[in-house]
């Protein structure tokens, strides 16, 4: 009775791990102020934004069926006649052929994801150049999975059933390494960089000396090519570190809207979100690598030639929990850096309009269902994050009198 139960003891062990992490990494919020939709967006654009949102978390539970489906297909079918020992070569090989397969099969429903998007506006780019970028992330994806699967063999050779240790400490580095590399490397691959001189830049390192950090680069990316949609971003680590604005940002809306997206962003920096981000990994990492081990075991079959395809099953069903449990702390994160631009600009009115028009811009959904938010939301919704904003304005205007 207690084996057939550590399977799943050592999976909700690693969940209660990353939920202990969460609650101990957690900032104090304001409670938002209840805000209806319509006050902020006509009952036509909330009906596009659902209809639109609907059809997307369709199409992308779909992904996730395919993908299952084939993975599970890989893992119980009988193997061919091969090597009965699993090599560095071959565990590579499966590794790049398993991201590859993944890729093709779930082709189709990238394909209508994509065509729904254009036909509400978001997709600027050309089949042709929409290809190019599926055929280069293809590659990139099948480099990093064809090094996945040399390593775990390896470790599985090396160290026998406790291969998830050096396994946990390889996703840990693998994590500090892309995010130093990724603007300088990765990046540049689909993206134009223009580094921000003149008064915009001033702007912002003026800004970033009012809010005490150290900001690094700023960087214009040409979003414009591929969407409509506006956003900013940090990245980066060390002396790769920057923040990067979308051209759409810089071009559509005004400078005082500009200057709060900043703001945002500079609170990532201000409260070391990136790093603090590498530190959740590193506590959940170990747990999860090691419920990965153990459910990619119960899953593989005896015959196997290769232990690749169970494991890559284990991480599709084990990630999607994680990643619902680690959404609790990016969204108290935005949150937290929604709080630092109305502490570091004094407007909250400002963001307000903005999270009502970059709503619009981006085709988003003001106020999905609660489940919805709860499972995939990495931000807070938009009635959320102007529920806030008026709760900071009120409380400013209180302290005031």
């Known amino acids: 009775m207690l084996k057939r139960l550590r399977l799943p003891i050592t999976i909700l062990t690693a969940l209660a791990v990353a939920e202990a992490a969460v609650f101990l990494m957690r900032s104090?919020?304001?409670?938002?102020?209840?805000?209806?939709a319509q006050t902020y967006f006509s009952?036509?654009?909330?009906?596009?934004a659902e209809h639109f949102r609907t059809g997307q978390l369709i199409l992308y539970g779909a992904s996730l069926v395919v993908e299952l489906g084939v993975l599970i297909y890989i893992v119980r079918r009988r193997p061919r006649r091969g090597f009965k020992r699993p090599i560095l070569g071959g565990g590579a090989a499966v590794g790049a052929a398993l991201a590859v397969t993944l890729t093709v099969a779930n082709l189709p429903i990238a394909a209508i994801s994509r065509q729904r998007a254009k036909d509400v506006g978001l997709v600027t780019q050309d089949w042709v150049g929409w290809a190019g970028d599926v055929v280069k992330s293809t590659v990139i994806g099948a480099v990093f999975a064809a090094a996945g699967g040399a390593i775990l063999v390896f470790a599985i050779r090396r160290f026998g059933r406790r291969w998830w240790i050096p396994a946990?400490?390889?996703?840990?580095?693998?994590?500090?390494?892309?995010?130093?590399?990724?603007?300088?490397v990765i990046d540049p691959l689909f993206n134009k960089f223009?580094?921000?001189?003149?008064?915009?830049?001033g702007e912002v390192l003026?800004?970033?000396?009012?809010?005490?950090?150290?900001?690094?680069?700023?960087?214009?990316?040409d979003a414009s090519r591929r969407t409509t949609a506006a956003n900013a971003y940090v990245t980066g680590l060390g002396g790769?570190?920057?923040?990067?604005?979308?051209?759409?940002?810089?071009?559509?809306?005004?400078?005082?809207?500009?200057e709060g997206v900043v703001a945002h962003e500079l609170g990532h920096v201000h409260y070391h979100d990136v790093p603090h981000g590498l530190l959740y990994l590193l506590i959940v990492t170990p747990f999860g690598m090691l419920a990965v081990a153990r459910l990619g075991e119960a899953m593989?079959?005896?015959?196997?030639?290769?232990?690749?395809?169970?494991?890559?099953?284990?991480?599709?069903?084990?990630?999607?929990?994680?990643?619902?449990?680690?959404?609790?702390?990016?969204?108290?994160?935005?949150?937290?850096?929604?709080?630092?631009?109305?502490?570091?600009?004094?407007?909250?009115?400002?963001?307000?309009?903005?999270?009502?028009?970059?709503?619009?811009?981006?085709?988003?959904?003001?106020?999905?269902?609660?489940?919805?938010?709860?499972?995939l939301g990495t931000h807070p919704t938009a009635?959320?994050?102007?529920?806030?904003?008026?709760?900071?304005?009120?409380?400013?205007?209180?302290?005031?009198?």
């Open 300 to 375: 593989m079959r005896r015959d196997a030639t290769t232990p690749v395809p169970a494991v890559a099953l284990a991480i599709a069903l084990i990630m999607p929990l994680t990643a619902m449990i680690s959404n609790q702390l990016s969204r108290q994160v935005e949150a937290r850096a929604d709080r630092f631009s109305i502490e570091l600009t004094g407007d909250p009115d400002g963001l307000i309009e903005f999270q009502r028009k970059l709503t619009v811009q981006n085709v988003s959904d003001p106020d999905p269902p609660g489940w919805i938010s709860f499972l």
């Open 206 to 221: 003026g800004l970033a000396d009012k809010a005490d950090v150290k900001v690094g680069e700023v960087y214009e990316m």
């Open 168 to 184: 946990g400490a390889v996703v840990v580095a693998f994590g500090v390494i892309t995010i130093y590399a990724n603007p300088i």
């Open 43 to 48: 009952p036509a654009y909330i009906e596009r």
């Open 240 to 258: 790769t570190k920057r923040v990067v604005i979308y051209d759409n940002l810089l071009g559509e809306f005004s400078p005082e809207a500009v």
């Open 194 to 201: 223009t580094r921000i001189e003149g008064p915009l830049r």
């Open 383 to 401: 009635v959320q994050r102007i529920g806030q904003a008026l709760a900071l304005s009120e409380d400013r205007q209180g302290r005031r009198r």
């Open 28 to 36: 104090r919020g304001v409670e938002p102020v209840d805000v209806a």
